[in-house]
């Protein structure tokens, strides 16, 4: 037999180093992983066999097998599922596909405590905790209609042996040299114990061999099929880290039976924490698919839309043909209707919880409003009653705002719902495009999620509001009725530049910026700040454009509107010196300067930083003349 050594993946010894001295505070978490692995193999041998019978061969049986030698200190758990060839223990035990697991390290590394970071479960890597309480692992193991069985062995020190070896059967074997501090592992009330704490929910029997005959240790049956009345909520709560490989509780456990045309049930789990990889395209779900509790597949895009990736557990349809395809899946009408009442159900959950949980709802919006919100235009069906769970942050203060609470507290005069949309909620606060809105009193939405600048487009209104960009022209500032009841149009223009001056500002500048600027106008929504961009009232937001820029959908950011503040000491003096001399060198410089100021405010690049730091050194040199 010929052995073959093979170094693990970078990341894999990362992992390892992290699983042995710090992850797990619970040194039980192995066999977990390790039974819950070993289920998973067996749902999946169930499966191929529907199209193959010929790869049960007289094994139909799918159990669990855990053996003991606390003489050898040796534990091996076993399954007659799947089972693996040389390139599947190389994929599954030597690399790391999941790219969400480089995010996970990252996290754990940077963490004060890393215990705090228990998640190691949602990138399939629970086998890894082996190593925790075994100084060495092997696996033996024989894929279902194959031949030849291989034996992979690692100390977990950097590198793995394969080579290959005899067995009987399918499925795989793993065995844990286990040292001696853990030698407890090998003792049948200890295991006992944890199969029950941990693995009661599994489907499959989990047996203990022993020499006064064996033992089935957990209930062996579909937690979804027994009455709810009859499963506890830490049942509950095993089966969805069991299911979804994570190590957070659910926020909300949704256990339901349909009936009807169309009869299935449904046990879904919503989150408490934000996995790493809830943006990663090529991240699979955690909802399983069974027809009559037998598996389909797993991470079924059929059964929610792509808003409600989050939520994991298990449907089970009593009305699905057993050979089911994948490709039958996409176009299956029961298939239809089951995700049109899964999602209401979840959805149906979110509003009792926005009504009745408001701080656990608003937990949950932190985590996953941005996902949410991603069907106020992927989902049409479903807009309103998004609409009415949605969460906004607000000037209006640090806490959190539905659209119906911001409609009841809008301005006398008050026509539309404001936003202003960036990548910073602080930096988006101090946005002089603000400052008028804030003068008059006016709320608006501070909105920092990328999908906020699809979906509101698209959706366009609210309660028949029309939603409007702050950082667009036509605002309607002085239909608004202000707080201040001094603050009249006749008081601002005592404090501005003269009409003829300002007019004249104006001409100098537009006559410098060129086209640089698609327009150069006077401000209402301005007060402290002297000069700002805004888009033109029928263009497109300034975020947006970014946004399209960066993803290469348009070539060029449009030429913007620059606002100047008529009431601004610096424009007023601009004024006097463009009504004396509208060719005054000054003028030049000083309306690129604005235009430079403007789209730093604007979180904007200069596109010409070396000419910006030369006009700034000339304008202080004259200025500390004077």
């Known amino acids: ?46 499966y191929e066999a529907i199209a193959k019978p010929e790869l049960l061969a007289g094994d139909a049986e799918f159990k669990v097998r855990l053996l003991t030698d606390n003489v050898r200190n040796v534990l091996t758990i076993a399954d007659n599922g799947i089972g693996m060839n040389k390139e599947d223990l190389i994929d599954n035990l030597g690399t790391i596909a999941n ?25 399939g890597v629970g086998f890894y905790s082996a190593f925790m309480v075994a100084s060495q692992v092997d696996v033996v193991s024989r894929k279902a209609g194959e031949d030849q069985a291989w034996k992979w062995s690692s100390d977990g020190k950097g590198e793995y042996t394969i080579a290959e070896t005899e067995m009987e059967g399918r499925g795989t074997q793993i065995t844990l040299h286990l040292t001696d501090e853990f030698k407890e592992f090998t003792e049948e009330y200890r295991l006992r114990h944890i199969v029950k704490t941990y693995s009661d929910h599994i489907g499959i029997p989990v047996v203990l061999m022993k020499a006064d005959g064996d ?47 169309i009869e299935y049930t449904g046990l879904l789990y919503l989150p408490t924490m934000r996995p790493f990889d809830l943006y990663d395209p090529q991240r699979k779900g955690h909802l399983k698919l069974y027809v009559r509790k037998v598996f389909i597949t797993e991470g079924a895009d059929e059964l929610l839309p792509p808003w409600l990736r989050f939520v994991s557990g298990v449907v089970d349809s009593q009305d699905l043909p057993l050979n089911v395809s994948r490709e039958m899946l996409q ?62 942050r607000s000037t209006k203060g640090d806490g959190w705002t539905t659209l119906a609470e911001y409609v009841e507290r809008m301005k006398e005069g008050q026509k539309a719902i404001y936003y202003i949309s960036g990548e910073d909620i602080d930096a988006l606060k101090r946005s002089p495009q603000l400052e008028g809105f804030a003068a008059k009193g006016i709320e608006v939405l501070l909105l920092t999620d990328p999908v906020d600048e699809f979906w509101m487009p698209s ?9 409007k960009s702050v950082t667009r022209g036509g605002a309607d500032l002085n239909d608004v009725k202000a707080d201040d009841k001094d603050d009249s149009k006749d008081a601002k223009k005592d404090d501005a530049a003269s009409d003829a001056s300002l007019d004249a500002l104006i001409a100098s500048i537009k006559i410098a910026l060129g086209t640089g600027v698609k327009d150069v106008r006077e401000s209402d929504r301005l007060t402290s700040s ?59 410089d000083a309306a690129l300067l604005l235009l430079d100021q403007a789209r730093i405010l604007e979180g904007e690049a200069l596109p010409d ?18």
Request: charged share 30%.
């Open 331 to 392: 176009h299956n009408p029961v298939l239809t209707k089951i995700k049109n009442g899964l999602t209401k159900k979840v959805l149906s959950e979110l509003e009792t919880a926005a009504k009745k949980d408001s701080e656990g709802f608003e937990k949950f919006w932190e985590n996953f409003g941005a996902v949410v919100k991603e069907g106020l235009y992927e989902d049409q069906s479903n807009r309103a009653r998004i609409l009415k769970i949605a969460k906004f």
């Open 459 to 467: 959706v366009g209104q609210f309660e028949e509001k029309d939603f």
């Open 530 to 588: 002297a000069c700002c961009l805004i888009a033109d009232e029928t263009g497109m937001d300034l975020r947006m454009e970014r946004l399209m820029k960066q993803h290469n959908r348009v070539d060029e950011i449009s030429p913007r509107i620059l606002e100047i503040n008529p009431k601004h000491s610096l424009i007023k003096k601009l004024s006097d010196v463009a009504i004396k001399d509208a060719k005054a060198p000054i003028l030049n």
């Open 215 to 261: 033992e089935t240790l957990n209930e062996a049956s579909a937690l979804w099929t027994r009455p709810k009345s009859d499963v506890t909520d830490e049942q509950y709560k095993e089966f969805y880290k069991h299911n979804s490989h994570a190590f957070d509780d659910p926020w909300k456990t949704i256990h339901y039976q349909a009936e009807g045309a």
């Open 99 to 123: 790219s969400g697991t480089a995010k996970f390290l990252d996290a754990v590394s940077k963490s004060d405590n890393p215990k705090d970071v228990d998640l190691i479960g949602q990138f």
């Open 1 to 46: 037999m010929t052995e073959e050594k093979m170094r693990f993946e970078a990341e894999v010894s990362r992992l390892l180093d992290i699983v042995v001295h710090s992850l797990y505070s619970n040194k039980d978490i192995f066999l977990r992983e390790l039974i819950s692995n070993a289920s998973d193999a067996c749902d999946k041998l169930r």
């Open 609 to 626: 930083p070396v000419s910006f730091a030369r006009r700034l050194d000339l304008i202080m040199e004259k200025g500390l003349g004077a």
